[in-house]
């Protein structure tokens, strides 16, 4: 996964931050792990949906020793390919991006990767990752070596390692986290349609350039939104959680395509539900408008974007 950068990611990760900030999770503490003058703390993930193509891993890093050293790789027995990434913001827009050189850790400093920041990225995912089970991962050091630590799997959005209260995301991501604060709004009580749309109003929609919400189709615990806003647009893929409903991706036409959407792990049965749903509720929709919809390029994960 290469820089993308869009505004709707931004606006929907707030939501994510802000309606799920606090997931119950199984009470485990990460265990510490020291490697020379290096000791990793707090390293977990995020359980991800079936099929889900990537994930993101979090861990502390202290380096207690007097000459700086550097994360350069990553790797684990359940993705295909494991990358060392940055996320941040550049004005309202979020970017993520590889770090091909690696983290720096300086001598005395600690570093953490922590959602909105900096994130082990594990890519072509094997297995879906599992609440409450550890997934292995062997991290490279310029100069302290290898180590094998475990990475604690908590809930689809958490923010930290569970119990583990010594660990906190104090750099990397506060600014979408105090952001979501303001946007977190209370849909309890709403039909699911409208909730979805009274949300993503809430988090697009402004005076200057306004939200047009197209379709909402939903289908057991998954919908797909579709809007345009300044002359693009796209579609979300939003699962339903015990906090309401979060976006869990954005994309353009997959979100309308059943193989697709299975791809992306939504059930079989929902997936040819929304299919078919979209296809007829966009049956009578403005082409022009039709047309910003698809303008979405690619897949961004907004689970993921969490980091
Ligand atoms: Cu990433």
């Not at 060392?84 to 690696?102: C, I, R, S």
């Not at 579709?226 to 869990?248: F, N, S, V």
Request: aromatic fraction near 4%; charged fraction near 20%.
């Amino acid at each position: 996964m290469n820089t993308r950068s869009i505004r709707a990611a931004f606006v929907a990760l707030s939501l994510l931050g802000g309606t799920l900030a606090s997931t119950s999770l199984t009470p485990v503490v990460a265990a510490e792990v020291t490697v020379g003058q290096l000791t990793i703390s707090g390293a977990f993930a995020r359980a991800t949906l079936p099929n889900a193509p990537v994930a993101g891993g979090f861990l502390t890093i202290v380096n207690a020793g007097s000459e700086a050293d550097r994360l350069i790789a990553a790797s684990t027995p359940v993705a295909g390919e494991s990358q060392l990434h940055e996320m941040k913001m550049e004005g309202d827009v979020m970017k993520m991006a590889q770090l091909p050189n690696g983290i720096e850790l300086p001598a005395g400093a600690t570093v953490t990767l922590a959602p909105g920041g900096l994130h082990l990225m594990f890519m072509q995912l094997k297995e879906p990752l599992v609440e409450g089970t550890k997934v292995p991962v062997t991290l490279t050091f310029e100069k302290a070596g290898t180590v094998e630590i475990e990475l604690d799997v908590g809930g689809i959005a958490a923010k930290e390692p569970a119990m583990d209260h010594s660990v906190h995301s104090d750099h990397g991501g506060d600014a979408h986290h105090d952001h979501a604060a303001h946007m977190a709004m209370d849909t309890s009580g709403m039909g699911d349609e409208e909730a979805i749309a009274a949300m993503q109003k809430a988090m697009f929609d402004k005076p200057d350039s306004p939200l047009t919400m197209g379709p909402i189709v939903i289908a057991g615990d998954y919908a797909v939104s579709a809007w345009a806003q300044d002359g693009t647009g796209g579609r979300a893929l939003l699962r339903k959680t015990d906090k309401g409903w979060a976006i869990h991706l954005c994309s353009g036409d997959a979100l309308k395509d059943a193989a697709q959407l299975v791809g992306l792990g939504v059930p079989d049965a929902e997936a040819q539900q929304i299919a078919e749903g979209v296809a007829a509720a966009e049956a009578n929709v403005d082409p022009a408008l039709l047309k910003q919809f698809s303008a979405f390029d690619g897949v961004m994960m907004v689970d993921e974007s969490v980091m």
